[in-house]
């Protein structure tokens, strides 16, 4: 997927004009790329769209305005998007209450080698940026890859067409077992980032 580039981050004031319909615009449009695994975790599946809108409110959050810090932001934001027949998501702990939170994390160390997309018969691994093997805790937000045989790439590719829905993502993590079968509508979505730019 093609990296956002600088020409396309509006400077903040144009950004506030524009800002209530992109950020609703997208909202709506991560609602068919978002998962619920279990009662604990989402996962939100990322394109063009839903990292353009994470820099632009960094950018706003932070009043980030110099060229050098917005590059930084640019090329902190463009890892998440996917790469040639690769998926890619962003996954979220959600538990509400403080303590309860932390006694999960800590018991979930190591989630990340747990997560798996399963598709076509195939089960593929998620590839974390994190690997906090010091910590006695995992976090409460991954950043995912899942690099896609061909086969399961083409059959997400032509799903809207095929009717192919055989797709689902499990954790089996020891302090945390969950599974997740995709809708075809999120299907369709994720077949329409594999189709390139």
Not at 16 to 35: C, H, L, M, P
Not at 47 to 54: A, F, S
Not at 117 to 141: F, K, M, N
């Amino acid at each position: 997927m093609k990296p956002i580039e600088r020409g396309e981050i509006l400077p903040l004031p144009e950004y506030e004009t524009v800002r209530d319909r992109f950020r609703a615009r997208v909202i709506i449009e991560k609602r068919s790329r978002r998962i619920f695994v279990g009662q604990r975790v989402s996962v939100v599946f990322e394109n063009r769209d839903t990292v353009l809108l994470q820099i632009q409110e960094m950018l706003r959050t932070e009043r980030i305005t110099r060229g050098s810090a917005i590059e930084h932001e640019m090329d902190t934001y463009n890892e998440l998007l996917p790469g040639e027949d690769e998926l890619s998501c962003t996954l979220m702990v959600e538990i509400d209450d403080k303590a309860e939170r932390e006694a999960f994390l800590r018991a979930a160390k190591g989630v990340e080698d747990h997560i798996w997309l399963v598709g076509d018969g195939r089960r593929i691994a998620a590839h974390s940026r994190e690997r906090g093997t010091d910590s006695d805790r995992t976090t409460a937000v991954h950043y995912l890859k899942f690099p896609l045989p061909k086969a399961v790439a083409d059959a997400i590719r032509t799903a809207a067409q095929t009717g192919w829905s055989a797709l689902a993502l499990e954790i089996d993590h020891p302090a945390y077992s969950a599974r997740a079968e995709f809708t075809a509508q999120t299907i369709a979505s994720l077949g329409e980032d594999l189709q390139g730019d």
